[in-house]
């Protein structure tokens, strides 16, 4: 299996700051990546899809990038909503593991 | 609208059964790949289970030979049927098509 090694796993940082999260992957998955954020008691919202494509109504400060196994999201200016876990997940095969996230905490 | 309603979790005995449903409307389930995603109490994200448009199915090493995937094109509707559960097992149950649309998650608990 693809195991997905995320880091930080902890993110202190003040609105108005560019956060950048990676994501390395044990064996190439290509470009088949997927970035979500997820927030207390609800289900994630996917972020980014195949690496870089900025799924449809996420603003466009969210942006992802990488290729292989190498891979990563910024937020260019953090906003108040920003604050929440972010988790990539491979799904060039079958089982589509996820890192094991990063939360983005009020500095 | 794109909806996905997952239903059929709660509490349950170590060693029971339960059978989880995942409503679909907006889509048709057999069009894409569907799968199970939980996550335990404070944790992170665990794929559990996959079913392809043709109908392959896959699983976590830590549910295969216990859980099965399946669906109902005629009702729209996916399952997961979950054997001999464990108290590991306790987690939030979230069904997603693809990587876009997941539903709202159903907690099952696994406990005495």
């Known amino acids: 299996d693809i195991q997905m090694t995320q880091s930080p796993s902890t993110l202190s940082a003040s609105v108005g700051d560019r956060v950048t999260i990676t994501c390395r992957a044990s064996?190439?998955?290509?470009?088949?990546l997927a970035w979500y954020q997820q927030k207390p008691g609800k289900a994630p919202k996917l972020l980014i899809y195949?690496?870089?494509s900025l799924e449809s109504g996420v603003p466009s400060r969210f942006s992802g990038s990488g290729s292989g196994t190498e891979f990563t999201l910024t937020i260019s200016s953090l906003q108040p909503d920003d604050f929440a876990t972010y988790y990539c997940?491979?799904?060039?095969?079958?089982?589509?593991?996820f890192g094991q996230g990063t939360k983005v905490e009020i500095k | 609208e794109v909806q996905l309603v997952e239903t059929g979790g709660g509490l349950i005995q170590p060693g029971g059964s339960l059978r989880l449903s995942c409503a679909a409307s907006?889509?048709?389930?057999?069009?894409?790949?569907m799968s199970w995603v939980r996550q335990a109490p404070g944790k992170g994200l665990e794929w559990v289970s996959i079913?392809?448009?043709?109908?392959?199915?896959y699983y976590a090493d830590s549910v295969k030979g216990r859980f099965t995937i399946s669906r109902d094109n005629s009702k729209n509707t996916l399952y997961l049927q979950m054997n001999s559960l464990r108290a590991e097992d306790t987690a939030v149950y979230y069904c997603?098509?693809?990587?876009?649309?997941w539903g709202q998650g159903t907690l099952v608990t696994v406990s005495s």
């Open positions: 997603a098509s693809a990587t876009t649309n």
């Open positions: 907006g889509f048709t389930v057999s069009s894409n790949y």
């Open positions: 079913i392809y448009s043709g109908g392959s199915t």
């Open positions: 064996h190439s998955i290509s470009s088949w």
């Open positions: 195949k690496a870089s």
């Open positions: 997940q491979q799904y060039n095969d079958y089982s589509q593991t």
